[in-house]
């Protein structure tokens, strides 16, 4: 039966490694080298706690986030928190999209060749296929992130160290550090991913009789995000960390990993850059239909076509093709962009974990399935931790 | 006797109401409505009161106007009679305002963005429920500004009502609201609609819709819905229930939604099922799904060739199968090899006693039972049949697929459901 539930924590966990994942962990790996491998400890565990959470929402209650917000808090908090969960994964999906232009300038393809033929087929995949289809493409594309873990082995990683750097927290108190370790944590945890998981166990119709596969998918999906975020840093920390090229960039990631490692691996770190982005994309923007459409009220399901749920699907398309004319803006400020894109999310999700604890707690709505005291005090800690960090974050992005 | 014109809960809500003397009574935090009529009565307003932090009912009795800027009461606020909430009452910003709710019309699922009062003889009564963007705007308080904004680029809102007798509330959520006869409306729906619907709400509603129905239009409706959902809602039921809609169900459906269930559940079922009819779904489960064996019902008409027309319909009436089967009649010989077929327009057009073998054909269009969907649904619409039987190596007939088994291939999903809900 595991099987039958398995998909939303694995997705949503693995499309947390976007492009702008696989950017931050590259820069962690070539500037810090092993050194903030013990973060990611810290991350698998408030993914997890607060992914189940949402997980655990839907599941039971059979609705999306939006559906809740809108049936139990104000119509204006709803309408508020849509605006500004469209602008934040706006400007992920955005982020992503640029991700397979770069995959285009490592290669030298024009932008305007390589970019539109990405994005309408995944459109047209998310539009045409079942719910099935759509998940196994999905899950494919999860499966394929193992290319950065072979990357990771090939780079012939400095065992004593790696383990030194996952268990030993070191913390170095220079501006560098801090907001690198920050951004870290910032680029897992986000809003879309909290909306997309429940609204996708929804739209899956799991029963709360299958919570516990449900859970162990989440789990899941919390492991392999870390494992493949882990290979990451581990193959920049082994080549370039040690050579000493800082980098900025995915692109200067996957060029300098040429001559470090061969073509094999620049390849292999290019076509894992164009995966990561093109399941980003597609679960951000999802995100943002799912929500749009349960706070208008209207359906949104990918087992659907277009006359049924327009919206939904418009909403889809919309933010694709935007970002698809963004993208071939010449210096387009992508530095920019992303901050931006990171300060909204930091400015939203402490909401929206609040609204979750709120709803989970909800004895109406969940009935024997609310949080025991130590879940609430495990649940606590992790959301004030991540307003904490993502407060120093904003803070060293700003000043 | 209180004056009211056209409006919504929205304007209401929120609104300060004063008496004769013009002094503060209360804010208007709810609005009571009597639920046991199709269009629910407006009975009262639950007041934030005035200077304190009770809540109290003011009958409709009491107020002699209900407008958009000014709601007055005709006494004085102290002698004013309050009134407490009763069973049977629903609020409309508890219980009906931000729900979700079935467009029974349009069969969709819906969310309720405001609500439409208008006075109807003495009573003011909820007439529709505003589920378009124009609601959510009233809401905010930005409808004035955004339809004005919009009516310079010439676009003008539309309104997007439903009348409230083609509203069907979602039981799980508002609970005691029209639950004399829950999901009334929903039973005249044709079983596709209601599919489409089911389709649409959360698990415990669907479980809650599905159990509502009568068998016969569980058993179509089932036929209708996604196999996960299938599979979900025959998993929910209460064996007993789940056999007896199973056994409603043409064979051939009825192994499309066994197929889809967990093992053990099925065989569970087919155990319990009459044996024949576990033995016919037995041997369609044998067949992929998506091939003409996993297609065909096992429900056809045979006779011998030797029988007369009066015989053969002597026959079709003692059997007295289903619609989709008689269509055609295979002639068959003695060992139930296929020899010909008989179309049911030939059959009634000819004389008492013309033998069978005289207006059957012998040019057969067949299929094999490993044919695909696609290469049945080629044949059928080739051809233009209405079914076309399915026969093993020895060429006896097995099975039969019908035109309906496989019209998804030819006519795309939605088409095909608007065209049912039409006709």
């Known amino acids: 039966m595991f099987l039958a539930v398995v ?104 932008r305007l060749l390589f970019v539109p033929v990405f994005v309408f087929a995944v459109w047209f995949i998310i539009l045409k296929g079942n719910f099935g289809i759509v998940q196994n493409i999905f899950m494919t594309s999860c499966l394929l992130f193992f290319c950065y873990i072979v990357n990771g082995f090939m780079a012939k990683p400095d065992i004593p160290q790696m383990i030194s750097g996952s268990i030993f927290p070191t913390i170095e108190m220079n501006r560098n550090y801090i907001f690198t370790a920050t951004a870290l944590i910032g680029t897992t945890l986000t809003v879309w991913g909290q909306v997309f998981i429940q609204s996708y166990f929804v739209d899956k119709g799991i029963d709360k009789k299958h919570l516990i596969s449900a859970r162990m998918d989440v789990l899941f999906g919390a492991f392999w995000l870390a494992f493949v975020a882990f290979s990451i840093i581990i193959s920049a920390a082994a080549t370039l960390f040690v050579s000493g090229t800082g980098i900025d960039t995915a692109i200067d990631a996957a060029t300098a990993l040429g001559p470090a490692l061969g073509p094999f691996a620049k390849h292999l770190f290019a076509w894992g850059l164009l995966n990561a982005s093109l399941l980003g994309m597609c679960v951000i923007s999802m995100s943002t239909a799912y929500f749009v459409t349960e706070i208008i009220g209207r359906e949104g399901k990918v087992s659907t076509n277009f006359k049924e749920a327009p919206l939904f699907y418009s909403i889809i398309g919309v933010c694709f093709f935007i970002c698809m004319m963004l993208v071939f803006i010449p210096n387009l400020p992508m530095v920019f962009i992303m901050t931006a894109s990171q300060a909204i999310n930091t400015f939203i999700l402490p909401v929206v974990f609040f609204i979750l604890l709120r709803l989970i707690n909800d004895k109406k709505l969940m009935g024997s399935y609310v949080n025991s005291r130590t879940m609430n005090v495990i649940a606590w800690i992790t959301i004030v931790s991540f307003v904490a960090i993502s407060s120093i974050m904003l803070y060293l992005m700003l000043f | 006797m209180v004056y009211f014109s056209d409006m919504y809960a929205s304007e209401i809500l929120g609104q300060m109401i004063m008496d ?45 106007l209900i407008g958009r800027r000014v709601i007055s009461s005709a006494g004085i606020k102290e002698n004013t009679a309050f009134a407490s909430l009763r069973n049977g009452e629903v609020l409309v910003r508890k219980d009906l305002l931000d729900k979700q709710i079935v467009d029974i019309h349009g069969s969709k699922v819906v969310r309720v963005n405001d609500l439409k009062f208008a006075k109807a003889g003495e009573e003011i009564r909820l007439i529709a429920a505003d589920v378009g963007i124009k609601g959510i705007l009233r809401r905010l308080n930005i409808e004035n500004f955004v339809t004005s904004f919009l009516s310079v680029f010439g676009i003008t809102l539309k309104d997007d009502l439903i009348g409230w007798n083609f ?60 196999p996960r959902i299938q599979a979900f809602l025959i998993g929910t039921l209460d064996t007993k229930k789940a056999l007896s809609i199973i056994e409603k169900m043409p064979p051939d459906e009825a192994a499309d939604v066994l197929g889809d269930l967990q093992e053990e559940k099925a065989m569970e079922l087919l155990r319990l099922m009459k ?42 009436r003692e059997l007295a199968p289903s619609a989709e089967t008689i269509y055609y009649l295979y002639v068959t010989d003695d060992e139930g090899h296929l020899t010909g077929v008989l179309s049911l327009r030939n059959l009634i057009i000819a004389g008492h006693n013309t033998s ?67 006709g």
Do not use: C
Not at chain 2, 36 to 61: H, T, V
Not at chain 2, 214 to 221: F, G, K, L, R
């Open chain 1, 7 to 110: 998909g939303p924590g694995i997705i949503t966990g693995t499309a947390d490694n976007d492009a702008g994942g696989v950017t931050t962990y590259s820069v962690v790996g070539a500037n810090f080298g092993y050194k903030m491998l013990w973060i990611l400890i810290l991350i698998t565990v408030m993914l997890y706690v607060t992914q189940e959470m949402g997980a655990r929402l839907g599941v039971v209650t059979g609705k999306g986030l939006g559906d809740l917000i809108r049936e139990k808090f104000s119509i204006n908090i709803a309408i508020s928190l849509m605006a500004l969960v469209f602008f934040a994964n706006f400007s992920n999906v955005l982020a992503n999209v640029v991700g397979i232009a770069s995959v285009a300038d490592i290669y030298h393809i024009p």
């Open chain 2, 20 to 64: 004769r003397t013009e002094a503060k009574i209360g804010s208007v935090k709810d609005i009571v409505l009597d639920a046991s009529e199709q269009f629910p009565k407006m009975i009262g307003l639950l007041l934030n009161m005035e200077g304190s932090d009770k809540e109290k009912i003011i009958l409709i009795g009491e107020l002699n």
């Open chain 2, 167 to 226: 509203v069907e509330p979602l039981k799980t959520d508002i609970a005691g609201l029209k639950l004399v006869v829950p999901y009334e409306g929903m039973s005249k729906l044709h079983p596709a609609d209601i599919a489409s619907i089911i389709s649409q709400v959360h698990t415990e509603e669907k479980t809650a819709i599905f159990e509502s129905l009568s068998t016969e239009t569980a058993a179509e409706a089932l036929h209708e819905l996604e």
């Open chain 2, 275 to 316: 044996q024949k009819k576990a033995e016919e779904i037995q041997s369609l489960l044998k067949h992929g799904e998506e091939t003409a064996g996993g297609l065909m019902t096992t429900e056809f008409v045979t006779i011998p060739a030797s029988f007369t027309a009066a015989q053969t319909i002597e026959r079709l």
């Open chain 2, 356 to 422: 069978v073998s005289e207006i059957s054909s012998s040019k057969m269009i067949t299929v094999k039972p490993e044919a695909s969907q696609r290469q049945v649904a080629d044949i059928i619409s080739k051809y233009n049949l209405l079914a076309v039987p399915v026969v093993d190596t020895l060429n006896r007939i097995i099975g039969i697929v019908t035109v309906d088994d496989v019209v998804d291939f030819i006519i795309p999903p939605l088409a095909r459901r608007k065209r049912m809900s039409v």
